[in-house]
């Protein structure tokens, strides 16, 4: 799946009011979640540091995907996690589960991973030897769970998509996933990331309810999501 179109559309989104856009950052891996700034909107008259700091979080994102595809593990192990994350970040960027659902199964992607890379790392001879088949049963397990739970796409209705607005929500779970101990944000704007997104969710649900996003109920929801997508960016480049 790829998000990078998602987010050149966030990005021009941005800079369209602003200032002329940069040609800078060099694209990513073709199937990054967080490939954010290939084009990167002025943000100040040192937009050279804005590069600089938002070109050095996108690359810790990409370590952080990387990871969450199993990079380093054996390689079938780490072809299950890769399949297993791509399904979730696409079946909640199509509408077809729940922020909620979608959170839940990222959090114990991150619980199977963590432990995965604890036995990698233990002495050969120290090994749990099932260990290895156990964790992909598991994975097998939570993403067949995942496709009878989805929705199939064909009954999406077409009217409540949101694919931008979704797939930023997927990129700033990610982002506040690794922020504590990977990017140096402090508990507060951690905070401030955290209920900013749960107001976007709160409102898209609500305009969701009935089956029926209006042009009006887009519209806004949209001036949520940009404005969202401002702080956060402004939080990120301090």
């Known amino acids: 799946m790829k998000l990078t179109a998602l987010f050149c559309s966030l990005v021009f989104t941005l800079g369209a009011a602003r200032a002329n856009s940069l040609s800078g950052v060099a694209d990513t891996h ?16 040192s ?10 979080i996108q690359e810790q994102l990409v370590l952080h995907e990387l990871r969450m595809r199993g990079e380093g593990l054996p390689s ?3 072809a299950a996690f890769s399949v297993h994350y791509s399904a979730i970040l696409s079946a909640l960027v199509d509408d077809r589960i729940t922020e909620d659902y979608g959170r ?32 992909v ?18 009954e999406v209705p077409h009217s409540v998509r949101t694919p931008v607005i979704n797939g930023y929500q997927a990129w700033v779970g990610e982002l506040l996933a690794w ?15 955290s209920h900013a997104l749960a107001e976007l969710e709160r409102f898209e649900g609500y305009y969701k309810e009935d089956g029926v996003l209006a ?11 940009i404005k969202m ?9 301090r």
Do not use: M
């Open 215 to 225: 042009n009006y109920e887009r519209e806004n929801l949209h001036g949520r999501f």
């Open 104 to 135: 839940e199964l990222l959090s114990i992607h991150r619980q199977l991973l963590d432990r995965t890379y604890d036995w990698i790392r233990k002495p050969e001879q120290l090994r749990d030897e099932d260990f290895g088949v156990e964790v």
């Open 47 to 56: 937009y050279e540091d804005d590069l600089e700091k938002l070109s050095a």
């Open 76 to 78: 079938h192990i780490g």
């Open 30 to 45: 073709a199937n990054t979640l967080n490939n954010l700034i290939r084009r990167l909107p002025a943000l100040s008259l």
């Open 137 to 154: 049963d598991n994975l097998n397990h939570f993403l067949s769970e995942l496709q009878e739970k989805a929705a199939p796409l064909a």
């Open 229 to 237: 997508t401002r702080k956060t960016i402004d939080i990120l480049r």
């Open 179 to 193: 922020g504590e101990y990977c990017c140096g944000l402090n508990p507060g704007e951690l905070s401030g990331i």
